[in-house]
């Protein structure tokens, strides 16, 4: 009777997997479809699951000579020295002016320090680096809150310093919990020879701080129980809690509801995400949004061997296809939001998400960014102790060094849902001009107020740009934040009407967008009036966006007004120096001179327009890893106050 039972269990998993690959019309529901039963039956235990080689392990042979010399060489900076402590005054930095670096650096900093040891100690197997783990996990187990300062907040006694009555999940508590697991599995038997506490700490600490909390409470905004609107931390804590239930819990009913809880919270992820895939973060934060959900479907498959495989759903599909049609050339990608013109990006991740879903082109692109990061020379970074990661990139590298390598270069992409496009002269080239812009709404994840705004690139450099977001503060993410000028429209490539700016908020969105896309060129037009506050007297405001595929780019606007208190402005935000060269001319100089290309002639009406050049000294750090020390604001002023007008400028 037992075994009839497991038989028909076994039965349900196999069933449950081929109807939500093969039901292709019906929308993701991964908690119906694998309940927790059935996890149960699918799932792996503890000990018969063995993702990557353990210490001592035959297998770490595979990762390459040199990349496994430079990990170990890595640790052994690290051996004797002292551990970093996080002070409770440093803790309280955020509250009192704002800064969340100077106890982030020191946090991670731990736990980089403890990731590095641990893959070392796994690579080489002689415990030579057992004692310094040792003080890295007793240190952090000692910590009173694993997250960070700026994610305080959900605690009932609000920011500050942490209650440690109530452990808070957030991003990085969520990290050391996977983190401190990884840990266990890798090395756990060695840690047993010096103290069996040091596991049963390890143990301990993930339970109270993450599996118990994630299991008993539904209130985390991140899981979208309550109908939140949720975004990356959703897929990302997702991915660190399935890792720890996966790798840490033994009672393996207790796994199949915490995996199904998991499963519910990615569902309301999946359940807001537009079918065409289309990433409303950013290509920046697609890494911990799409490449997190991913993470979570490959930490099932492989902890189920197979059982649990969404791959096949469009949708999954689509949201790993969304990283190589927003990428540009080189190192840029399309930054609208809080993403940086430099995405950067994990190539293992885009390789793998393509290679499991049989996409050829994705997998290509995750193979030509690990060329172009040297993926196999030196050892594999992780910010802050990404185990989860770097052990998949490790054992990766072989495959994706023979592996084809692919840029992608779509010549067109459009999002419905986001209403973003983008298009280039030729399909497989860097060669002329690009352009990505944008419709939408004022009130989306990590928004700016940019409905209409837009960004141009030649020769895979940029031209008209999306200048993006400083390092975050207390203010990035409290009412002050559209005080901050990078998430103002008129920071952006849009106009400023009788003095006012675009407004935040849902209603603030555009009207009327249409996308066409042909051999010859590619137009976008809006309507974006209504992103703009009644004060700001907008009737309409259309505007057409038309790339001449080899020759030329153009904005058109054409507006009418209730009022017209002040003349209309339109900001350009410029990477390329300008230079008036006659009326209604601008030479665009690259950075570099002539050596860096011939400059563009950017031309617009001279007898409606008055031109200023507003250069802009850039001190943020994250804004100059993008832009470097000095981007321009060129600011085309109405020569008079008009209730209805017409403007076109163009680069050629």
């Known amino acids: 009777m037992k075994r009839l039972g497991s038989a028909l269990l076994l039965a349900a998993v196999l069933a449950a997997g081929a109807g939500i690959v093969a039901g292709q019309d019906r929308p993701v529901q991964l908690a119906a479809a694998f309940p927790p039963d059935v996890l149960k039956a699918a799932l792996l235990s503890a000990d018969e699951w063995n993702p990557f080689p353990k210490a001592g392990d035959a ?147 993930v339970d109270r701080r993450i599996l118990t909390p994630c299991l008993e409470r539904d209130d985390f905004w991140w899981m ?177 060094a023979k592996a084809a390598p692919k840029e992608p270069l779509d010549r067109d992409a459009w999002f419905p849902g986001l209403q973003v496009m983008t298009a280039r002269s030729a399909g497989g080239s860097t060669k002329g001009l690009y352009l990505a812009a944008k419709g939408g709404h004022n009130d989306e994840s990590h928004n700016h107020n940019d409905v209409g705004s837009f960004i141009v690139y030649a020769d895979g450099e940029p031209v008209l740009i999306d200048v993006g977001v400083e390092t975050y503060t207390a203010k990035t993410f409290s009412g002050g934040r559209y005080d901050i000028w990078t998430m103002q429209s008129a920071f952006h490539n849009l106009p400023t009407v009788n003095g006012v700016m675009q407004k935040n908020g849902r ?12 051999e010859a060129r590619a137009v976008f037009s809006l309507d974006i009036a209504p992103a703009y506050p009644a004060e700001a007297g907008i009737e309409s405001w259309t505007r057409r966006l038309v790339l001449e595929r080899g020759k030329w780019f153009a904005v058109e606007d054409r507006y009418a007004l209730s009022r017209a208190d002040r003349p209309v402005e339109l900001s350009f935000m410029s990477w390329r120096r300008p230079e008036a060269a006659s009326a209604g001319r601008l030479r665009l100089h690259h950075p570099e001179g002539e050596k860096g290309g011939r400059p563009l002639e950017m031309a617009y009406d001279g007898r409606a327009f008055d031109v200023r050049i507003e250069p802009i000294e850039l001190e943020d750090a994250r804004l100059r890893a993008s832009w470097g020390d000095l981007i321009y604001r060129i600011v085309l002023t109405a020569k008079k106050a008009s209730l209805q007008g017409r403007s076109l400028t163009s680069l050629r």
């Open 59 to 205: 297998g770490w042979e595979n990762v390459p000579a040199a990349v496994r010399a430079a990990h170990i060489r890595q640790a052994e900076k690290h051996l004797g020295g002292e551990w970093p402590l996080p002070k409770a005054s440093v803790f309280l930095d955020f509250v009192r002016d704002g800064n969340r670096t100077r106890y982030e650096s020191v946090s991670f900093a731990r736990r980089g320090r403890l990731a590095e040891l641990v893959i070392a100690e796994a690579i080489e197997g002689k415990g030579r680096f057992l004692d310094e783990i040792l003080n890295g996990i007793w240190t952090i187990s000692e910590e009173s809150f694993w997250g960070v300062p700026a994610h305080l907040s959900a605690q009932k006694r609000g920011a500050g310093l942490p209650d440690v009555g109530e452990p808070i999940v957030d991003l990085f508590a969520a990290e050391t919990a996977a983190l401190l697991s990884w840990t266990d599995y890798l090395v756990g038997d060695a840690l047993d020879r010096l103290s069996p506490l040091v596991r049963e700490r390890i143990r301990l600490e």
């Open 224 to 400: 979208g129980l309550g109908g939140q609107r949720v975004n990356n931390w959703n897929p990302w804590i997702c991915s660190n809690w399935l890792t720890a239930a996966l790798l840490i819990e033994k009672d393996q009913g207790r796994k199949a509801r915490s995996v199904h809880k998991a499963l519910r919270c990615l569902d309301a992820f999946l359940g807001a995400y537009p079918a065409d895939g289309g990433c409303d973060e950013g290509p920046g934060y697609w890494d911990r949004a799409g490449g997190s959900l991913f993470d979570c479907l490959e930490l099932l498959h492989s902890a189920s061997r197979g059982k649990v495989d969404v791959f096949g759903r469009p949708l999954v599909k689509e949201i790993g296809r969304y990283i190589g049609r927003v990428h540009i050339a080189g190192p840029y990608a399309v930054n609208f939001a809080d993403a940086a013109a430099k995405a950067g990006g994990s190539a293992s991740l885009i390789y793998r998400y393509g290679r499991r879903i049989g996409d050829e082109d994705l997998a290509g692109f995750g193979a030509w960014l690990a060329r172009r990061q040297n993926l196999g020379e030196s050892a594999v970074a992780g910010s802050f102790g990404v185990l989860g990661r770097v052990l998949p990139a490790l054992f990766s590298l072989e495959e994706m």
């Open 507 to 518: 209603t603030f969105r555009a009207r009327d967008v249409r996308y066409e896309a042909g």
